[in-house]
C-alpha cells in the first residue's frame, strides 16, 4: 500500500498525518510537532482554533525537513467565515506558521453561532475567498472538516471548485457512513480526526483480541484498518514511542473478514460535537 494519497487535482497527501489537537501553546507544542517529524510523519494536521500554530511553525522551521517534504493543514475558525473574514485569517494563519503556502486549508464547521440564521450564505463567502487563495497558488489544496451530506450539498451547488477533503472524526463504533459515502462519491479524499475515539478502542474485547492475534498494539489495528478503507488518520500523541507506533501501520494487512468485525462494533465513545449544534 502506498504511503500517499492523491487528491483530485493532484496534490499527494501522507497516507496518515499528526494532529495538534489540544496541545498547548509553547513548548510543549514545539517538542511534540519536532519529536513526529523526527519520527517520519510528514503531515501535520493544525487549526486556528487550538491556538498553537506559532509553535507548530517554530518546530517546522526548525525540522531542518525541506517545507517541500510537509504537508501542513490549517482550518478557518467559526468567527473569522465570511469573504474579507476568510482572507484576514488565513494571512493570520501564514504569519503564525511562518509559511509562504498552505497544503491544505479546511472550513473547520458548517454551522458556526454567530452565522446560525445564514450559515449556507456565510459558507458561501467563505469559500469564495478560499477559491481565489487556491487558484493564486496560496494554497495547495481546499476542504472543509465536519461537514455531512446536508451541509456539502449546498455548498457544492454555487462552488467553482469542488471541495478535496472532508475531515470528520471517525474511528470503530462512530462510522458516519451517509458522509463518507457522499463524500467520497463527489471526489474527496476524506480524513479521520479522532481515529483512536476518546480511548475507548483501548478497552473493546473485538479489538483487544485482534491485536493480539495480529501482535499488533490495539491503535496500529484501528489505524490500519482506517488506512484500509481510504481514509487518512490524524492520530496526536505527546509521547514519542507512541508517534512511532502509530506510524508503524504499513508492514501488515487486516482480512476482510477481521476489518468487517471492526465495521460492526458499535459504540468505542465518541466527542458528542454535533455540527448542526455547537455553541460556538
Request: proline residues 5%; aromatic residues 10%; contains cysteine.
Amino acid at each position: 500500500m502506498s504511503l500517499y494519497c492523491t487528491l483530485k487535482n493532484g496534490v499527494n497527501i501522507p497516507a496518515i498525518g499528526f494532529g495538534t489537537y489540544r496541545t498547548p501553546p509553547g513548548a510543549e507544542t514545539e517538542q511534540s510537532v519536532a519529536e513526529a517529524i523526527k519520527a517520519g510523519y510528514r503531515s501535520i494536521d493544525g487549526a486556528a482554533a487550538y491556538r498553537n500554530e506559532a509553535s507548530v511553525g517554530t518546530a517546522i522551521k526548525n525540522s531542518g525537513i525541506a517545507r517541500e517534504e510537509l504537508f501542513i493543514t490549517s482550518k478557518l475558525w467559526n468567527d473569522e467565515k465570511g469573504y474579507e473574514a476568510t482572507h484576514r485569517a488565513f494571512q493570520k494563519t501564514m504569519e503564525e506558521l511562518q509559511l509562504e503556502y498552505l497544503d491544505l486549508y479546511l472550513i473547520h464547521w458548517p454551522i458556526a453561532k454567530a452565522s446560525r440564521d445564514h450559515w449556507q450564505e456565510s459558507n458561501a463567502e467563505t469559500w469564495k475567498a478560499f477559491e481565489e487563495l487556491y487558484e493564486a497558488g496560496k494554497i495547495r489544496a481546499i476542504g472543509v472538516s465536519n461537514f455531512l451530506r446536508h451541509h456539502l450539498e449546498p455548498l457544492m451547488k454555487h462552488a467553482k471548485i469542488k471541495p478535496m477533503v472532508n475531515q470528520i472524526e471517525f474511528h470503530p463504533g462512530f462510522l458516519q457512513e451517509d458522509a463518507i459515502r457522499f463524500s467520497k462519491e463527489q471526489g474527496m479524499l476524506v480524513e479521520a480526526w479522532a481515529p483512536l475515539s476518546n480511548g475507548g478502542i483501548f478497552k473493546n474485547p473485538e479489538l483487544l483480541a485482534l491485536a493480539d492475534r495480529y501482535q499488533k498494539s490495539v491503535a496500529q489495528i484501528t489505524l490500519r484498518w482506517i488506512i484500509q478503507k481510504g481514509i487518512v488518520p490524524l492520530p496526536k500523541s505527546v509521547t514519542p514511542g507512541r508517534m512511532k507506533e502509530n506510524l508503524a501501520v504499513f508492514d501488515f494487512e487486516i482480512s476482510p473478514e477481521d476489518s468487517a468485525r471492526i465495521n460492526l462494533i458499535t459504540d468505542c465513545g465518541h466527542s458528542g460535537f454535533d455540527p448542526d449544534n455547537l455553541d460556538y
